[in-house]
């Protein structure tokens, strides 16, 4: 089976091993008439680039998007845009005993037991390198909900035990640390802890928040397709991705009534709630509120500890993995999270549009 | 959009209001040969039925379902599947102020906004009625895993404030008990918590976890339909969830790679895992451990208890919220979880069918 | 896998068999604000009725349609709307030879290899009265696409031998002749035709047509999704269709450029062309002329005559179909094309809905 | 809406315009294990590439294909398949009156009007050389096709007048003559017929048909997904081809039951049929005796005669196209053809693997 499309009107597809000769995504249902440039979409793969700090490995990548179709003098077509990524890093090497063993934490016995075999390079198509695809079209989702006033920020919530408090947050600090963390004080802490920990060959889970403002309200479809139950699904799609929540979270089961329900009143006509624990989201569809959902991400699986597994002929062995990784996922996550978040964002609104049969009529100039 | 289907090769569709004429499932693609009767769905329905408990409403619903299509003599015919369940309550009564006043905590407003106008009716398609057709397609779906050996089981581990931790899990208890929780003694103090919450016009939210045991590997796509991927969509679809996680989930984000990771071993013959922090998914697919997952739910929005809202006109109103609605939602809502658990697992075995060559040969019996 | 359901965002799932306990459709993406009563299906129901003629068959079939969802009020909700016909002829009567026999023509033998076994009471799914949910999700779609502005309509071109040609069209005259022809006098000399056929215990093909005017310009997706192509699914998913064309067909094939092209010209403002031969389609979009397709029907295989076979048991048989048949299926697929043509017109106008920013901007009411 | 993909299990999704840096596909679904190499791909583009004939381009396209990722050391390994092509005729030019003028019988006007503006060089999008990714996707589907005993063969039956009537294939003799008629003597009529036609400058139209041997039986979903519905979209989606028909096609219109019915007779433990008149398929399922399907296409729109037209300013005007275009697109359509039939196939192929539990128990090793 395929699985490896996403979403219904405006549908990326990705592709690509990390050690293979390149990796990219191919946007269908892209509108015609948005300004396009390779700059835009390089700009989101940057973020995503390691040798940003000590905390993210220092392999030189510089991951190079190249427009194949799609756009006409600077505008997108309507027609499939694909992008392309070269992988630099493709040189036959010894792979030594990763080639032959499970890593534990890793995909690697459950794709060689689903195909027959595989791609032992790098962890393949398992690797972080596949999100590189959902990058990219979230640099072009992006475009899309900045022309209709949606903005979708995500940031690093938690790194291991250091969690930054809603009412600590800085919005304006994220971009001044390394770790993408709304406060620059606890970034540091986090930065101690991760230090920590690279010196104990260990690593670190942690928390992503995203928060989209400026949704209209009643984007989402009843029943399957709410929008929680597909922003679940983007989510979870990421690897590494254990948790997912929206507003009060998994902490609405220790919850009341009286307390969790989110109360309407009306100012200056419009209807507005005195608190958001819903998360902006009532019945699968956006209430007006910001949305506010978190994605819990596990540790890196590669650790420099010497760890109990088994080799692909069956029998128990031990595993040391070399090489450099990073302690953390989730910074380099921070915008896989907001690229994933805003592709759901722009189907749904997409998906929205032949709900009322009076707007139908108003787009086609009938009664 | 649609958004009433679920499932690309076991697919269902479900339709109806609470108090419409009916509600119902259409199954699409399931297999020929599986002795089906009504009394098979009647068995799952029951399982949601209100009536059982104080904590569950006395309305007498007595959902009846019928098998309209895709059987011949006792067996499943490879055509779709329709069921249907009356709705008894369908009476023309006054709604008074519900017609009128967006209810905080539930769907009203957003679908106000979205269509335009909106049958109020008990919530329409927005009413926990509306999971009747999910648990009718469970039904048929634990026909299919059964045939596979494969065993799906759901119970209450929180409510409010009352968990049932690991060690005290007694899974012959979660029959014996109206809250379907896993241990008699705790029941008993969530239904003195239940009751205090009923006293106090107050609801409870709490979690439910499903178990999943005898999976074969490998089952999930990668990308984006990995199988916690797809699951977590089938489980933030269900109303009045709010968070979704997979073995340690949210857990995770604070713990050590050297912590987290599950490290394998072989016995007799067999590949296992000392621990089970990853639930059972490895890179999107099953890999052979149990299946672990948690959802949890709101709390119920209808609290007895006067509530802040506006009302259609845009004014500011209060609202008292009339007739009996359950303190919580979990016990009804274990059938649903393990149903929306059976239909995807049923769907991605299916999808993992066409992966490899070989078995493919073999099942069209060429070389 | 599935199969019962067409269209992505419009989108109907069948269900049922010619003699199970009923057979419906579930309508899934159909706007809100539509008025929509029983009435308007039962109308779309009664055009493929039999017993309005001796070319059809006498059995009392009174397909009354029940709306069990997405309507409240007279109105469509947003939510999907289930339509269900109760089948009269249920009882249990001896199908003799029918039940062991594979009748030449029909899909009993390919049911049997592909399920391993086949519900043989008239044809089960394959039956014509599978058309039944086709036809009430037509009536829907119509009255979608009167909103717009849009016609369908479709007749009777060619009975066997006697065809109407273009310049003898009078579309006045095809509610004036039980065959649906646009001419009278043809009309009556294709019933002499069919009578002479059933005499001889045979049977006719035929051809109808369908014109679509009225469709704004551009509607239908580049490459796989292209007018013409979804609408070619559409109706050789229609039973008995083995040829399908659009505008000048299959006789294209003969001619030349400079003929078959059509020049196009500016009249008041408005962009024609001074031809038709694309029959309204350019590149898999509509043109603004009227798209001209039409399908070519084989003659009804169950016939009088003794007919060479096999049984189920592998062994050459003889078989005479008893009972009465429609000498030709035509007339009563009139109303299924349209309906066909219908609901994949409503789809892809709505697919077209997001296809410029511009526009999407517009009904967002942002810049 | 998307539209450039296409099956549902093994998905296909082309992307790129004739003039733009690339052209290509990604298919998603191939199963792990074929051996793929790039030569096997591009043995199948080297049948569509222009230079063959005087009948086709002289344009230099040196197309070579690159596989970006899907295989490991010469094999499949189950993960998307990413297969692109450059455009090497990419430089600017004077595209002159092209860009402001919509050509007759082609996607200019339709293309401008969706999308408030076109790619105009070559065609973009809608051009011929969209057809290569649906042709390097048929390579692969092709080799599965292999594994599985089933042969597909296209050729041209009618090059404008010229027709191969069936009782005159020589199938030996497709690859010996440059149009890829089944007959060396009528290919050199229909050479005569398009030097001719190239000399009055104008252009042919042509019938292209298809035979699939080996199918096993019962490949075909009821209902929408009828082998016979899918195969239409896929041929329809082609560009130029105005007609489809199966077996007897649009001629069983005319026929009788009596005639038109296939009978059925037991052989060696076999059921046959004795006459092939459905063309392989009954119910929307193959049977078992060859496949036999045709597609009509018209005249290469793009003649030297002088052609009224408008331009995009809405004025009334003359074209004259300059450059070398094919007088015929038949010949290098064989191979489009014969990839959109086994690429349909292959998914169908792969649906029908589930419709059967003991079938689904035998693939899952339970009872």
Chains 1, 2, 3, 4 share one sequence.
Not at 104 to 111: C, E, L
Not at 230 to 257: I, T
Request: net charge negative; aromatic share 8%; with cysteine.
């Amino acid at each position: 089976m395929s699985g490896s499309s996403f979403g219904k009107i405006f549908q990326i597809t990705t592709w690509g091993e990390s050690h293979g000769p390149a990796i990219g995504v191919t946007i269908d249902g892209c509108p015609a008439g948005i300004s396009l440039s390779e700059e835009d979409i390089q700009a989101f793969l940057d973020r995503r680039q390691p040798g940003q700090s000590k905390f993210t490995t220092q392999r030189k990548e510089s991951d190079q998007v190249e427009i194949l179709s799609g756009t006409f003098e600077g505008k997108t077509t309507g027609t499939p845009i694909s992008l392309l990524v070269r992988n630099m890093d493709q040189r036959s090497r010894d792979y030594g005993n990763i080639a032959e063993v499970f890593r534990p934490g890793h995909a690697d016995y459950t794709y060689t037991r689903k195909y027959g075999f595989r791609d032992y390079r790098g962890g393949g198509r398992s690797s972080g390198r596949e999100t590189i695809g959902r990058v990219a079209a979230g640099a072009v989702a992006s475009l899309i909900l900045k022309r209709l006033d949606i903005r979708v920020m995500a940031f690093a919530k938690s790194i291991g035990p250091v969690t930054v408090d809603e009412s600590d947050y800085h919005f304006d600090e994220i971009s001044q640390n390394r770790l993408f963390m709304p406060n620059n004080a606890l970034a540091q802490k986090a930065e101690e802890y991760l230090t920590q920990m690279m010196a104990e060959k260990d690593s670190s889970g942690g928390i992503i928040e995203c928060i989209v403002s400026g949704m209209p309200v009643g984007i989402g479809e009843p029943v399957f397709d709410k929008l929680d139950a597909v922003l679940g699904q983007a989510l979870f799609s990421v690897g590494a991705v254990k948790g997912v929540e929206f507003g009060n979270g998994m902490s609405a089961a220790a919850s009341n009534g009286s307390t969790n329900n989110d109360s309407f009143y009306v100012e200056n006509g419009q209807v507005q709630k005195m608190t958001n624990h819903a998360g902006g989201i009532l019945g699968g569809m956006s209430d007006g509120s910001d949305i506010v959902l978190r994605a819990a991400f596990k540790p890196t699986p590669s650790i420099a500890q010497t760890q109990q597994t088994v080799n692909v002929h069956g029998e128990n062995t031990e595993l040391v993995i070399h090489g450099r990784h990073d302690p953390i996922i989730v910074p380099r996550a921070v915008v896989v999270v907001e690229s994933m978040v805003a592709v759901t964002l722009v189907d749904m609104l997409f998906q929205n549009m032949s709900n009322r049969m009076d707007k139908i009529c108003e787009f086609y100039k009938t009664k």
